[in-house]
T-cell receptor, first 113, second 112 residues
Framework: EDQVTQSPEALRLQEGESSSLNCSYT??????LFWYRQDPGKGPEFLFT???AGEEKEKERLKATLTKKESFLHITAPKPEDSATYLC??????????????FGQGTILTVHP | DSGVTQTPKHLITATGQRVTLRCSPR?????VYWYQQSLDQGLQFLIQ???????AKGNILERFSAQQFPDLHSELNLSSLELGDSALYFC???????????FGSGTRLTVV
């Protein structure tokens, strides 16, 4: 069964203090790994898709990387508006779970001014 | 606005009742997915439809059912509601299910 584990569960940073979030996954045949941002009471907002080990993607202060067993979301010089829950999800390549994303529990990021 | 529309935004109902949640996918998207998000379970996949046909099923209870109509909107029906069904229910859509998808803003269901 697909498993996605995110760490830490919660992270508190000072504005400007860079850090990384981790997503470890176990899946038979990875079609893609996704990062989403979710604000309280709202739907997840798509950030990145990574398809193969070694791939990197960047968007503003965020950079996502992928290895064969985990992904990192690096946050450089965060601002208070980056505070949110960050979700990682994997998409299996085949089988009856076609189209299904398996999500981790998320990392709650709080950035203090 | 993500382009995925969910109604209603909030729903309060009593145990034992039945409710229907509605989702209109982004224009051009053929796949619709339903997820349940509760505090202790995180985002849990319920069911996927592609162009009107059921494509994948997750841990969806027998009391729950869904369908996708010819105009591609989808409805999730929840019956014999229990207190534990209180959660956020999200709909998402994608072009064909091969790539990441776009979520709606959710329906918050409270069962009292």
């Amino acid at each position: 069964e697909d498993q996605v584990t995110q760490s830490p569960e919660a992270l508190r940073l000072q504005e400007g203090e860079s850090s990384s979030l981790n997503c470890s996954y176990t899946v038979s045949g990875l079609r893609g790994l996704f990062w989403y941002r979710q604000d309280p009471g709202k739907g997840p907002e798509f950030l990145f898709t990574l398809y193969s080990a070694g791939e990197e993607k960047e968007k503003e202060r965020l950079k996502a990387t992928l290895t064969k067993k985990e992904s990192f979301l690096h946050i450089t010089a965060p601002k208070p508006e980056d505070s949110a829950t960050y979700l990682c999800a994997v998409h299996q390549k085949r089988g009856t779970s076609y189209g299904k994303l398996t999500f981790g529990q998320g990392t709650i990021l709080t950035v203090h001014p | 606005d993500s382009g995925v529309t969910q109604t209603p935004k909030h729903l309060i109902t009593a145990t034992g009742q039945r409710v229907t949640l509605r989702c209109s996918p982004r224009s051009g998207d053929l796949s619709v997915y339903w997820y349940q998000q509760s505090l202790d379970q995180g985002l849990q996949f319920l069911i996927q439809y592609y162009n009107g046909e059921e494509r994948a099923k997750g841990n969806i209870l027998e009391r729950f059912s869904a369908q996708q109509f010819p105009d591609l909107h989808s409805e999730l029906n929840l019956s014999s509601l229990e207190l534990g069904d209180s959660a956020l229910y999200f709909c998402a859509s994608s072009v064909d299910g091969n790539y990441g998808y776009t979520f709606g803003s959710g329906t918050r269901l409270t069962v009292v």
